[in-house]
């Protein structure tokens, strides 16, 4: 055989690093993926962020987002007839025009043109036929009004050329909304009596483009407002366009009028990145009133602060969540990091020990060790950076790259720092002092110290849903992993104990496996602590997953319930008792129950008289499709069981009760928002005693509908809105709501955070799985040597097949017999700590904070495959280490 | 002129956990420049703890341990380092402590070299003379796992004489190997102790390989305790014969071993009867009490 020999230290180093590539090769794609983990994550965080705010802000009406902002038009006076357009609001115009370039970035990037209309304040309007209503017409001028509109009937009207008070007026010619014309039928050509002279239709109008936000803000230029009171006609406000340049004649009007003008927002473009900054600037814009020429002002209002606000809280639970759930698994990925890279430095011993024997200087062996760590770390690392930036695109900041590159940095500074030539100095087996201890100690200490300390912070801070700015709250993301660790730490302590029982146990035994595999087990046991904490966290990550996955599922559930009060809630101004109960008997359902609510009902607790409202419903009905809120229909003593709602229960003591005269007890609280619509203080009394407190129970405006296990919602839904809209007078129908619990839910579930969510936990579980089962072979393997001399020795010995399976199967055995029912307790301990430190609300939705839920079967069908995970992991590793030890293994007399 | 090797007193304590083994008690050993010693003693004797402190990466609880001019006791690390560099050489008993598997012959002596930042230019020619004064020329580009056990070791002779050490230490390096290879080996150190003036340190039990050694140190329970001196003397008939002298080695406060053999063959213990005489002590064992 030829073969080259390499005499230069270049040359010969790089033998030295290409012995064992397979193994090296293994290590590096570990440390790959570790790097790459660790650079998506915060991206992935900040990309969730941002299809949030995107998505949240998307389902926000145009009204509440926009820049909306309300004041007056500075118009020029004193103008002759014959001014133009310009003249008169020309200064304004141009002021208004440059708002949104006067805007700070971000803000400025993500609105519209400013889109104005004056209008002159509102005057009672005379029909020239009667009508039951009453009506109100504005005057409205738009510089832009007719690239909005296209008539439907008449033409645009010119601008009046008349003069306020005089004794002769020519009618102001108009135009209004297809919408008014039809609910006060009028017709071009009709006049309208009115305040400051007759009004002339001349034109009927419709939105050239209906969904355009223009026509949300300017709603009456659109359709009439319609403002219903019982017992009397409806009040109809309508307003009409006028052309622009009538604003000469009219500028005393239009100047003491209203002028509204928005930007429109496009949430499409918002980052995350920018979310505070935004919300600072939109509560900056509302708070300084703008200036605008000839006496004119405006000030901004826009729900966009309040919206954004409300994303980052979801987004900041959720990241939290994440934060948490990934913290479980980046203790696997340590884990099985630290077992590759102590594979590296074990495989290097030998040659670095000799190395070291011949007089290599410690830098000699660092330096070569280092090398290593940089080939093997680097270029992997690089790419997974590069890699993450490529699946989740978006600028790379500093602050999200560095814990990544901490991370690829870590095997060339560890390999290095592990390297010393007096750690490499030959250990008698025999006689090693175990000096090691002291320092074991000290760390295991300062371990189980700082996961008393973080969990007394997390307790002491309690329920939040943590700061506002995105990212992952150092605290709360390492508890789960601090507390795992320390328990792993007090298994390992432990662990003998009853290992030790068993031992002695299985002395009085035949039989030698089971007892040369306890003694092994406590003496040199085949997974170290790398290992052992692996397998808790991993089965822990993975029943965490499963219980948290079923606590946001039922709290998403349970949120919904809350909003609509049951798994059906209706609205309607008429629902009366014989609709309610022939709902009841609808298939599907389980029970309705309408309320009513009475305002003025005087309550007298120790002599004080006040005034509450009265809900009044059917309690033992809703009782049966609300189990939270008892029935209260038997009397307590003559007095009348009432409950009252949470914000009003503590002016409430336990005197002596009086509702509108009658004795009344006081049963309890009910949550301020337990039933729908109703006000912050009220009391809740069964319908039986309405008569007696002087409620009209007739009149309810809510049901609520209760739904029979695996009835389809959407249907029953259907039916209920059908039978409730054909029951309502004609007038009344268009006010029918109904809300499905499954309708909120489903909007939620379309949430991406709430998607990512969901995802993550199951992700987490699986990536768990694989980890365990990496660090279940990586440990095994490791062991085959040992292992295999003990084979070959006990072969010789005389043991079968089966007992040498038996030791085998000791090896893996109690660890990870320890490691489920730990791990489990872990898993089943961190959700109850996670939801009573994080207020998961502003995620799920709901009135209570929700509590881990825990599904028996999911629970056991994720130990189920953790369990099977491992002993798949064992046996591939028990053979590949067969196959990796040749007969060989067991010379005589080595050893 | 002083031992190239002088140990005095050399005390070396193992404690583990409420166990104390002292491998060394009070060893007094000096080997002059040049010489070819072996160092013999029962398992557990204490030769592999003096040899690792001879080469430096054991340190002894107490006593003084002189090599050539070092002061084992007081060097720095970096003198330390130097000392395994320049000064010693090492041979162990198994190969894979002495070779690099993924390393040839040629390359494993190149580490060496490299690892003492010799020049890269001379290092060929360096390596050729090795391999060549050791007869093993043809296993230059070999892998250890393709020679065989004598081979192996004749390279790590190689490899521990790269830099041109005083001194080299061998810890049982004909202990896996059969009689024909283990007098190859043998015969090469013997070699390097000749030709090169090396002075060589060996620790076995092979009766084999002591028989041949002009000096046999023989160490008892941490300490030397007998000394065999071999000289092979012609008779007026021209006729060699071989001669072996036994020594005792007395300690400074004159404790003295005396070899097992003596002991059991006259039922010496607990006490003896010493007589001085004008040029020499004479030891009885004690009557047995009437």
Redesign the interface.
Known sequence: ?????????PG?LL??L??GALGSLLVAVLIAAAVLAVALAPRAIGQLGTRELRHGLAQESPALLDLTGAGQLGIVTGLPASASLDELVGAGEERLQRIPEDLPAPLSEHVGPTQWVVSTTRHEGFLPHPLPLTFALTLSADLRWLDRIRFVSGSAPVSWDGTLGAEQQPPIPVAISSAAADKVQLVVGDVVGYGLAPVLITGIYEPTDPDDAYWVHESELARPMIVREQGKPDDVRVAAYVDPLTIAALSDEFAAGELSAFLEVDPSGLDYADADELQTQVRQLAATQLSLPSFGSLLFRSGLGDAVERVVQRVTAASALLALSVSGLLGVLLAVFALGVQSVIARRR??L??????????L?LRSSMVLEGVLLSIPGAVVAIALATVLIPGPVALLDVLPAVVVAAAPPVLFGAMTS?RRL??L?GD????SRHRMRWVAEVAILALAALSLFLLARRGLVASSAAVGIDPLLSTTPLLLATAVCIGVLRLYPVPLLAVQRLLRTRRGAAGLLGAARAIRDPALGFAAALSLVVGISVVVFSTVMATTIRTGLVQGAQDVVGSDIQVSAAHLPAELVDRIAATDGVRGAVAIAQEAGVALTADGKETEVFVVVADTAALHDIRPDIPALTDRVEGAIPLLVSSDWSTRITDAALELAGRDADNAGEIATDAIPGATRHYVLIDRAFAADVGVNAAAPDRMLIGLEPGAAAHDVAAAVESAVTAAQPAQLRGLVVVTTAQQILDEVRASPTVAAMEGALLLAAGVSLLLTMLTVALASIAAATARNRLVGVLRILGMSPRQLRAIQAWELGPVAITAVLVGTGLGLLLPLIVTSVLDLRPFVGGRYPPGPSIDPLWVGGAIGAFVLVVVLAGVIAAAFGRRFAPAGTLKMGEG | MTAHIACADLVRI????G?E?QALQGLTLAVERGELTAIVGASGSGKSTLL?IL?G??VPTAGSARVAGHDLLAMS??ER??????TVG?VWQQT????????????NI???????RSP?RG??AR?AGLLELLGIGAM????PA?MSGGQQQRVAIA?ALA?EPEVMFADEPTGELDEGNSQLVFDAMRQVNEQLGVTVLIVTHDQEVSSQVRRTVQIRDGRTSTEVLRSTRTDEFGVESLHAQEFAVLDRVGRLQLPQEYLTRLSMKDRVRLELETDHVQVHPTEPEQ
């Not at chain 1, 006689?431 to 175990?434: A, N």
């Open positions: 055989m030829t073969r080259s020999s390499r005499l230069g230290t010969l033998r030295h290409r012995s030998p040659a020990a000799l190395a070291a024997a011949r007089g290599a200087g410690a000699q030539p100095r030959e008698r006689l090693q002092v175990r | 193992f404690s583990a956990e166990v083994v690792a080469s990466l054991d690390t970096r380092t130097m000392y395994r560099r320049r090492f894979a402590r002495n070779l690099l598997p993924y390393l040839t012959a040629a390359e190149a580490m060496s070299l490299s690892v003492a890269r290092r060929a390596v230059r580009d070999r892998l393709e490899v830099n």
